[in-house]
């Protein structure tokens, strides 16, 4: 559905965007991450056609953003980080506005009701935008994204500035919306992209750096080799015990508590280690209550991504 190949950004000496390439199969919900200036925002720019590269393509359900912009805009939905409201617009005027821009074709009526009903704007549909909260602009503004049925939703900090209830209510939106609809989501809110996304694209100083699973990047981050292990006994005797096994790379305490002490560890990809570990531990008569691979948080993939030099 989306395909962006080396995709090159250059403004003078300063390269914004370093030979991109990544797509998005229809019907996924992809986050996008990165710190700032990563790149995040200019890539969605030059998707959605308001702004143009140095080199590369984008490519829209098969249309070239640049060579066919009428065709791919008709299948893109964009919301900006700020959404771009007239306040001084009831909302039915503003999506009717939306409406003629988009030339879209649907019965006008039936299409915004179904919209409305979606976005959980109906019952404000008579206000001015000047006088709703900050939570259903939020809504309005994902309304017009669903103007003409795009299948394609470009969402870019969709929950920035709402409170808790806000952002759940977005969240769950969003999901329903990924059910009809290929989306991309960018987010600062890393727990946000992990609860709704089934990929998350990384970038950092231009540069693509990865593109998978937030499991597959746990496990490419761990290769397997490292272990949560909390077992019965002084921290001190668990830990002397952990060293001596020849398998074990690297030992560190965790935390103590109740006559128990959890520590990581690290093994050799030896297949024996955690049968090693097992009768260790067994032989100094220090039970083993807990063992499991350490999984790492989206928050330390990220960290691991945009700290490499």
């Given at each position: 559905?989306?395909?962006?190949?080396?995709?090159?950004?250059?403004?003078?000496?300063?390269?914004?965007?370093?030979?991109?390439?990544?797509?998005?199969?229809?019907?996924?919900?992809?986050?996008?991450?990165?710190?700032?200036?990563?790149?995040?925002?200019?890539?969605?720019n030059?998707?959605?056609?308001?702004?143009s590269?140095?080199?590369?393509?984008?490519?829209i359900?098969?249309?070239?953003?640049?060579?066919?912009?009428?065709?791919?805009?008709?299948?893109?939905?964009?919301?900006?980080?700020?959404?771009?409201?007239?306040?001084?617009?009831?909302?039915?005027?503003?999506?009717?506005?939306?409406?003629?821009?988009?030339?879209?074709?649907?019965?006008?009526?039936?299409h915004?009701?179904?919209?409305?009903?979606?976005?959980?704007?109906?019952?404000?549909?008579?206000?001015?935008?000047?006088?709703?909260?900050?939570?259903?602009?939020?809504?309005?503004?994902?309304?017009?994204?669903?103007v003409?049925?795009?299948?394609?939703?470009?969402?870019?900090?969709?929950?920035?500035?709402?409170?808790?209830?806000?952002?759940?209510?977005?969240?769950?939106?969003?999901?329903?919306?990924?059910?009809?609809?290929?989306?991309?989501?960018?987010?600062?809110?890393?727990?946000?992209?992990?609860?709704?996304?089934?990929?998350?694209?990384?970038?950092?100083?231009?540069r693509?750096?990865?593109?998978?699973?937030?499991?597959?990047?746990?496990d490419?981050?761990?290769?397997?080799?490292?272990?949560?292990?909390?077992?019965?006994?002084?921290?001190?005797?668990?830990?002397?015990?952990?060293?001596?096994?020849?398998?074990?790379?690297?030992?560190?305490?965790?935390?103590?508590?109740?006559?128990?002490?959890?520590?990581?560890?690290?093994?050799?990809?030896?297949?024996?280690?955690?049968?090693?570990?097992?009768?260790?531990?067994?032989?100094?008569?220090?039970?083993?209550?807990?063992?499991?691979?350490?999984?790492?948080?989206?928050?330390?993939?990220?960290?691991?991504?945009?700290?490499?030099?």
């Amino acid at each position: 559905m989306i395909k962006v190949q080396n995709l090159t950004k250059k403004y003078g000496a300063n390269i914004a965007l370093d030979d991109v390439s990544f797509s998005v199969k229809s019907g996924e919900i992809a986050g996008f991450l990165g710190p700032n200036g990563a790149g995040k925002t200019t890539t969605m720019n030059i998707m959605t056609g308001y702004l143009s590269s140095t080199s590369g393509t984008v490519t829209i359900d098969g249309y070239d953003i640049l060579d066919q912009p009428t065709e791919a805009k008709k299948k893109i939905g964009y919301l900006p980080e700020v959404p771009p409201l007239y306040p001084d617009m009831t909302v039915d005027e503003y999506l009717g506005f939306i409406y003629e821009l988009k030339r879209a074709t649907q019965k006008m009526e039936a299409h915004f009701n179904e919209i409305c009903e979606l976005t959980g704007i109906a019952a404000v549909r008579g206000r001015l935008i000047k006088n709703l909260s900050k939570g259903y602009r939020q809504r309005v503004g994902i309304a017009q994204t669903l103007v003409g049925n795009p299948p394609v939703l470009i969402l870019d900090e969709p929950t920035v500035g709402l409170d808790p209830k806000q952002i759940i209510e977005v969240r769950s939106l969003i999901k329903k919306l990924g059910k009809k609809h290929t989306v991309i989501l960018s987010s600062h809110i890393l727990s946000e992209v992990q609860a709704i996304c089934d990929r998350i694209i990384v970038l950092n100083n231009g540069r693509l750096v990865a593109d998978s699973t937030s499991q597959s990047l746990s496990d490419k981050l761990t290769d397997g080799n490292s272990l949560i292990i909390r077992a019965v006994g002084k921290a001190g005797d668990i830990q002397a015990a952990l060293n001596a096994v020849k398998t074990v790379k690297r030992c560190e305490k965790l935390s103590e508590k109740d006559g128990s002490a959890e520590f990581s560890v690290t093994i050799s990809s030896a297949g024996s280690a955690r049968q090693d570990i097992f009768y260790a531990m067994a032989a100094k008569k220090l039970p083993i209550i807990e063992m499991r691979q350490r999984e790492y948080s989206l928050e330390d993939i990220f960290l691991s991504l945009v700290d490499r030099k």
